[in-house]
């Protein structure tokens, strides 16, 4: 399960000071997460960790391969039984990831029918939306739709406005999120704070046509330019990782379109993207600067946003190692747009709301001792893209259930997370 002990230290996440992590985002999970608590009981590690039932994962389950259509009524019905008997293992919900594959090819009405599922449970449903760029308003009212109707807390995974040609609209966002609120839809959404993702190169063609020269050129054009689109991991040659496409095409004396085509074709030469979808064999990563800072700084003022890192602990994005400590360097000493408080409330208290758990993110009589000690005036991130597993700095000290996990800028070697179930969910 774990690679090695130092994998069970769980370095990136406890070095910022994170105690709990959250997985099965963006639509992928162990499934059934019952085995993988048993697993986490063999073999546990240094933080708390809960997960959501990915939408994909029990999708590609339900359907298999080709997976590029929509779900037949027994195949939505055999996606439902897969989603209950998660819950019952004491998952926070469903998560889905609507710009990849398979969750792509879904519908709204699929994503309703399972979102009933969660309202019977109290389950909750979190989203990487459908698009984050040109169709981002139609996005935000599908998954203000899903909380309506079904009348369940719904969270927008890493909120972000990806297409350059509506930088500066973050407050025209959020007052769409709020009125949702105001009508009655327990909508939230969490944030890093970064002005550039983490993701596949597909992501950019909607379509999945990999010859397709003009989709590509519209996205340089409008979401990422090539020479901001950085590869961080490229299975198929690593000595292209560190370089942008812009680079690779000067060095091939290429239209950097073509070279773009061309990555993504070479990187599934053996294989189709279905078939390594449901392998989990991540092929290449990319990191998109394609964000405006101010509007990265209004997402994450919002009184309803949590923190997050949407990262992990193997190189490419820093926000695996950075995150916590970034939030409070830029958003606390630098820009002066949150007051320390209110940053650590949406750090601990508030995520734990977001996702569901009762008993975390309080420090109180009989609550778990999941504790930090910082500076909050040398507390800053160290990783940056060259360097993205750098550890931070100003981090003194980390306790995982009163058990101290991080102490003299290295790990203990104690391993006392637990799995958490979701609050509804008796232990």
Same mark, same amino acid.
């Given at each position: 399960m774990w690679e090695s002990e130092t994998g069970r230290e769980m370095v990136a996440p406890i070095s910022q000071g994170i105690t709990t992590i959250i997985?099965?985002?963006?639509?992928?999970?162990?499934?059934?997460?019952?085995?993988?608590?048993r697993e986490l009981e063999k073999y546990p590690v240094a933080v708390n960790i809960a997960s959501y039932t990915g939408h994909g994962t029990i999708r590609v389950k339900a359907i298999g391969v080709p997976y590029n259509r929509p779900a037949t009524p027994t195949e939505l019905s055999r996606m439902e039984s897969y989603l209950e008997i998660d819950l019952d293992g004491g998952s926070l919900g469903l998560s889905t990831g609507?710009?990849?594959?398979?969750?792509?090819?879904?519908?709204?009405?699929?994503?309703?029918?399972l979102a009933k599922t969660l309202k019977a449970?109290?389950?909750?449903?979190?989203?990487?939306?459908?698009?984050?760029?040109?169709?981002?308003?139609e996005a935000i009212d599908e998954i203000i739709r899903v909380g309506r109707e079904a009348g369940i807390?719904? /969270?927008?995974?890493?909120?972000? #406005?990806? @297409?350059? &040609?509506?930088?500066?609209g973050a407050s025209s966002i959020?007052?769409? +999120?709020?009125?949702?609120?105001?009508?009655?839809?327990?909508?939230?959404?969490?944030?890093?704070?970064?002005?550039?993702?983490?993701?596949?190169?597909?992501?950019?063609?909607?379509?999945?046509?990999?010859?397709?020269?003009?989709?590509?050129?519209?996205?340089?054009?409008?979401?990422?330019?090539?020479?901001?689109?950085?590869?961080?991991?490229?299975v198929a040659d690593p000595d292209l990782v560190g370089k942008t496409v812009k680079q690779i095409a000067d060095e091939r004396d290429e239209d950097?379109?073509?070279?773009?085509?061309?990555?993504? /074709?070479?990187?599934?030469?053996? #294989?189709? @993207?279905? &078939?390594?979808?449901?392998?989990?064999?991540?092929?290449?990563?990319? +990191?998109?600067?394609?964000?405006?800072?101010?509007?990265?700084?209004?997402?994450?003022?919002?009184?309803?946003?949590?923190?997050?890192?949407?990262?992990?602990?193997?190189?490419?994005?820093?926000?695996?190692?950075?995150?916590?400590?970034?939030?409070?360097?830029?958003?606390?000493?630098?820009?002066?747009k949150l007051e320390l408080e209110e940053m650590v409330r949406k750090m601990t208290s508030l995520s734990a709301s977001h996702v569901g758990l009762a008993d975390r993110g309080e420090v109180r009589v009989g609550a778990p001792a999941d504790l930090i000690l910082f500076s909050a005036s040398e507390i800053a991130d160290r990783a940056d893209r060259e360097n993205p597993t750098e550890t931070s700095v100003g981090v003194t000290g980390v306790w995982v259930n009163g058990v101290r996990v991080w102490q003299d800028n290295g790990p203990t070697g104690a391993y006392p997370g637990q799995f958490l179930r979701r609050a509804s969910q008796p232990h």
């Amino acid at each position: 399960m774990w690679e090695s002990e130092t994998g069970r230290e769980m370095v990136a996440p406890i070095s910022q000071g994170i105690t709990t992590i959250i997985i099965g985002q963006d639509g992928m999970s162990d499934y059934p997460l019952s085995a993988f608590q048993r697993e986490l009981e063999k073999y546990p590690v240094a933080v708390n960790i809960a997960s959501y039932t990915g939408h994909g994962t029990i999708r590609v389950k339900a359907i298999g391969v080709p997976y590029n259509r929509p779900a037949t009524p027994t195949e939505l019905s055999r996606m439902e039984s897969y989603l209950e008997i998660d819950l019952d293992g004491g998952s926070l919900g469903l998560s889905t990831g609507l710009e990849y594959d398979p969750g792509i090819y879904s519908d709204s009405d699929e994503l309703l029918t399972l979102a009933k599922t969660l309202k019977a449970a109290g389950g909750r449903y979190i989203s990487h939306m459908r698009s984050e760029d040109a169709k981002i308003l139609e996005a935000i009212d599908e998954i203000i739709r899903v909380g309506r109707e079904a009348g369940i807390p719904v /969270q927008i995974s890493h909120i972000k #406005i990806a @297409l350059l &040609d509506d930088w500066g609209g973050a407050s025209s966002i959020l007052a769409r +999120l709020d009125q949702a609120r105001e009508e009655g839809v327990d909508i939230t959404a969490d944030v890093y704070p970064y002005d550039y993702w983490l993701s596949t190169l597909a992501v950019l063609l909607p379509e999945r046509n990999f010859d397709d020269v003009a989709a590509v050129r519209h996205a340089f054009n409008h979401i990422a330019s090539p020479d901001g689109l950085l590869l961080a991991r490229y299975v198929a040659d690593p000595d292209l990782v560190g370089k942008t496409v812009k680079q690779i095409a000067d060095e091939r004396d290429e239209d950097p379109a073509e070279t773009y085509l061309g990555l993504l /074709q070479q990187a599934y030469a053996d #294989i189709n @993207l279905e &078939d390594a979808v449901e392998a989990g064999d991540i092929r290449e990563l990319v +990191l998109g600067q394609s964000m405006l800072r101010a509007d990265v700084e209004d997402f994450i003022a919002w009184p309803n946003s949590n923190i997050s890192t949407d990262g992990t602990s193997f190189p490419g994005h820093p926000r695996g190692y950075g995150t916590f400590p970034r939030a409070i360097r830029w958003m606390v000493r630098e820009s002066h747009k949150l007051e320390l408080e209110e940053m650590v409330r949406k750090m601990t208290s508030l995520s734990a709301s977001h996702v569901g758990l009762a008993d975390r993110g309080e420090v109180r009589v009989g609550a778990p001792a999941d504790l930090i000690l910082f500076s909050a005036s040398e507390i800053a991130d160290r990783a940056d893209r060259e360097n993205p597993t750098e550890t931070s700095v100003g981090v003194t000290g980390v306790w995982v259930n009163g058990v101290r996990v991080w102490q003299d800028n290295g790990p203990t070697g104690a391993y006392p997370g637990q799995f958490l179930r979701r609050a509804s969910q008796p232990h």
